[in-house]
C-alpha cells in the first residue's frame, strides 16, 4: 500500500498547476479584450471618409459621424456626438468703449499724452473743451482721451446721434453701433458721454494770451488778467476750470458742468433769476459745456463786474466788465 500522504500530496500539486493555468488564462482573456476595445475605440475615432453607400443602402454620413465621431462641417466630433474641437484665442486685448480720464502731471504735454494713448493731439483737443483755443495744459487737470481715433463727446440739450453725427462727419450708425446705443437715438439723455468713432471736430486755433496785469480789450470786452482766489476748497472741480474757481468764491454744493449749475442750484433751493448782483453766479453758454464767474459788482449803467477762469486759458485768471446783451445768458445764481 502506498503511503496516504504521498498521495495527498501530489493532488495538491495538481491543484496548484490547475490554479495557475486558470489564472494565466484570465489575464490572457483580459489582456485580448483590451487590445479589441483600443482598436474600435481609435478605428471609430479616427477622422475618415466614409462609403456613400454601404450593402448598396444609402448611408447618412452627418448621423455615422454623430454616433462613431469624425468631421462634421467646421467641426471636429469625437464618438456619440462630443465636441473637441479647440476654441480660438483671441491674440489682441479688446477695444475699450468708454474714454480714458486721464490726469495731467508736472512733465507733461500734449504730444505725449497723445503718443501715449495712441491718438492725435487734435483728437484730445476736441475731446476737451478747455482746449478749443490752447494746446497748453497744467498739472492736476483731468483730461477726456479716446479709446480708439475719435472724439469724446458730451450730450446737451437736444443732441441726437443724427445731429452729432453731422457735426463730426461720420455715419450715424457708427454712433450707435460703437456705444451700443439702445434707447432712442433721437432722444439722447442730457449728460451722456459718446465715443465718435473716426469723428473730425471744427478747425482748431492756438491763441497766445497777455501777460498777468495788462488791461485791454478782447472783442467787445474789457478784461484784466488776474483776480482773486476766495476761501472755500472744493476738490470736486478740477483745478483750472472755470467751475474750480466760482467754487472758490462762492459755497458750491452741488454738482456738474457749468451749464448745468442754474438747474443744479435751483433744485437745491437757491434762488435764480436774470439780473446781475454782486456776489452771485453767472452761468452762460460762452462755451460746449458752459462758463460760470463771480459777480464782483453791478454798475448804474447795468454792467457788471466778473472774476473767473478759463475764459482766457486753463488756469489763468481774469476780471471782465460784461454789458447787457453781451454773452448768452442762462441766468444768475443768488446766495440763500
Known amino acids: 500500500m502506498?503511503?496516504?500522504?504521498?498521495?495527498?500530496?501530489?493532488?495538491?500539486?495538481?491543484a496548484g498547476v490547475v490554479f495557475q493555468l486558470t489564472v494565466i488564462s484570465r489575464?490572457?482573456?483580459?489582456?485580448?479584450?483590451?487590445?479589441?476595445?483600443?482598436?474600435?475605440?481609435?478605428y471609430a475615432s479616427v477622422n475618415r471618409p466614409l462609403p456613400m453607400q454601404l450593402g448598396g443602402i444609402h448611408t447618412d454620413a452627418n448621423a455615422l459621424v454623430m454616433n462613431?465621431?469624425?468631421?462634421?462641417?467646421?467641426?471636429?466630433?469625437?464618438?456619440?456626438?462630443?465636441?473637441?474641437?479647440?476654441?480660438?484665442?483671441?491674440?489682441?486685448?479688446?477695444?475699450?468703449?468708454?474714454?480714458?480720464?486721464?490726469t495731467v502731471s508736472g512733465n507733461d504735454d500734449l504730444n505725449k499724452i497723445a503718443a501715449r494713448f495712441g491718438v492725435t493731439v487734435d483728437e484730445i483737443r476736441w475731446s476737451n473743451p478747455i482746449l478749443s483755443d490752447t494746446d497748453r495744459v497744467t498739472d492736476g487737470v483731468k483730461l477726456y482721451v479716446p479709446p480708439v481715433h475719435g472724439i469724446v463727446a458730451t450730450v446737451h440739450n437736444g443732441d441726437t446721434v443724427d445731429s452729432l453725427a453731422s457735426y463730426y462727419h461720420v455715419a450715424s450708425q457708427s454712433i450707435i453701433d460703437f456705444n451700443w446705443i439702445r434707447t432712442d437715438p433721437a432722444a439722447l439723455p442730457q449728460g451722456m458721454v459718446l465715443i465718435i468713432p473716426d469723428g473730425r471736430g471744427p478747425q482748431l486755433t492756438i491763441t497766445n494770451y497777455a501777460a498777468p496785469g495788462l488791461?485791454?480789450?478782447?472783442?467787445?470786452?474789457?478784461?484784466?488778467?488776474?483776480?482773486?482766489?476766495?476761501?472755500?476748497?472744493?476738490?470736486?472741480?478740477?483745478?483750472?476750470?472755470?467751475?474750480?474757481?466760482?467754487?472758490?468764491?462762492?459755497?458750491?454744493?452741488?454738482?456738474?458742468?457749468?451749464?448745468?449749475?442754474y438747474g443744479n442750484a435751483q433744485a437745491q433751493g437757491y434762488p435764480v433769476g436774470?439780473?446781475?448782483?454782486?456776489?452771485?453766479?453767472?452761468?452762460?453758454?460762452?462755451?460746449?459745456?458752459?462758463?460760470?464767474?463771480y459777480v464782483e459788482s453791478v454798475n448804474p449803467d447795468g454792467s457788471w463786474l466778473v472774476s473767473e477762469a478759463n475764459y482766457k486759458g486753463l488756469g489763468i485768471t481774469d476780471q471782465?466788465?460784461?454789458?447787457?446783451?453781451?454773452?448768452?445768458?442762462i441766468g444768475f445764481i443768488y446766495p440763500k
Open 274 to 293: 436774470s439780473v446781475p448782483e454782486a456776489g452771485s453766479i453767472m452761468v452762460t453758454w460762452e462755451s460746449g459745456l458752459g462758463h460760470v464767474a
Open 68 to 102: 462613431q465621431g469624425g468631421d462634421v462641417s467646421n467641426f471636429y466630433l469625437g464618438r456619440l456626438g462630443t465636441i473637441v474641437k479647440p476654441l480660438s484665442i483671441p491674440l489682441s486685448a479688446p477695444i475699450a468703449h468708454t474714454p480714458t480720464i486721464y
Open 215 to 261: 488791461v485791454r480789450a478782447a472783442g467787445p470786452y474789457q478784461i484784466t488778467l488776474g483776480a482773486p482766489i476766495g476761501p472755500y476748497v472744493n476738490p470736486r472741480f478740477p483745478w483750472g476750470w472755470c467751475t474750480w474757481y466760482v467754487s472758490t468764491r462762492f459755497n458750491v454744493t452741488w454738482m456738474g458742468d457749468a451749464y448745468q449749475w
Open 320 to 329: 471782465r466788465l460784461i454789458k447787457p446783451g453781451q454773452v448768452p445768458l
Open 27 to 42: 489575464y490572457l482573456t483580459h489582456a485580448v479584450v483590451l487590445v479589441i476595445v483600443l482598436m474600435v475605440s481609435g
Open 2 to 14: 502506498g503511503s496516504p500522504l504521498r498521495g495527498v500530496r501530489t493532488d495538491s500539486r495538481k
